[in-house]
């Protein structure tokens, strides 16, 4: 079991910023092997993409700080297996996860047929109110495409979660869709500390101590209205763009 820490915030020095930390949120990256989950947090993290990417083993961990309505929050993003074989290593991983992105690949319909088994999984193991963030990745494969967008929203709605088609290998709505998710995991955070305070008369650290109780049914969806297709790489290592 490899668990990698790695400092990937892109906007502030980990050692300066750890004492204001105001939130950590621990976040899963959960979907079928090869549909490009451990590049995603790579380009959200680091900013990179390695086009020889070797399969995940077990899990690894990256993080990266963030600053969301003036808190700063720590995203400790937990990538997992996609093999089936890791299967029940992995989603003993998923207790106290406040978000989790689902990831599918948008030129592989297998991988979206999969995608209920694994709201299934997230709700069995992790805390019920995880927000679930719905990914279609590889947006940028546009020749490809074997889940039309249409049907994706539609599963989202049904379930209520989040959604958004990326593409980690141009970048596109990768950063803003980790943001959504780790915005939304705060809002969540917030309501529960009012609620907290107005129902039970809870004092602010037992508020903040508690299991989010909030289940949200919204979808938002970030399309690809914005993708472009950016000037692919050829390189075959990693890159930073
Ligand atoms: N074209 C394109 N290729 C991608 C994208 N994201 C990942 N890939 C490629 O897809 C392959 C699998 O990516 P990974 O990130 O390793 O997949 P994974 O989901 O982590 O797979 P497991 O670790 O086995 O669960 C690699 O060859 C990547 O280079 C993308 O957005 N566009
Ligand atoms: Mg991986």
Same mark, same amino acid.
Request: proline content about 0%.
């Given at each position: ?60 961990? /990256? ?12 995203? /400790? ?5 996609? /093999? ?74 049904? /379930? ?82």
């Amino acid at each position: 079991m490899k668990e990698d820490v790695k400092s990937g915030g892109a906007e502030e020095n980990e050692e300066e910023v750890v004492e204001k930390i105001d939130y950590v949120f621990k976040v899963v990256v959960v979907g079928d092997s090869a549909v490009g989950k451990t590049q995603i947090l790579s380009r959200f993290a680091k900013n990179e993409f390695c086009f020889d990417s070797k399969s995940t083993i077990g899990v690894e961990f /990256q993080t990266r700080t963030v600053t969301i309505q003036g808190k700063l929050i720590k995203a /400790q993003i937990w990538d997992t297996a996609g /093999q089936e074989r890791y299967r029940a290593i992995t989603s003993a991983y998923y207790r106290g996860a406040l978000g989790a992105m689902l990831v599918y690949d948008i030129t592989k319909r297998q991988s979206f047929d999969h995608v209920a088994r694994w709201v299934e999984d997230l709700r069995a193991h992790a805390d019920s109110s995880i927000v679930i963030m719905l990914i279609g990745n590889k947006a940028d494969l546009t020749d490809s495409r074997a889940v039309p967008t249409e049907d994706a929203v539609e599963f989202a709605e049904e /379930q209520g979660l989040f959604f958004s088609e990326t593409s980690a290998l141009n970048g596109d709505n990768v950063e803003s869709a980790f943001i959504r998710l780790l915005e939304e995991v705060h809002g969540m955070m917030v309501s529960k500390k009012a609620l907290g305070y107005c129902n039970e008369g809870k004092t602010r650290a037992e508020a903040e101590g508690d299991v989010l109780m909030l289940k949200g049914s919204r979808i938002n969806v970030i399309l690809g209205d914005e993708l472009e297709m950016s000037e692919l790489k050829k390189a075959s290592s990693c890159s930073s763009c």
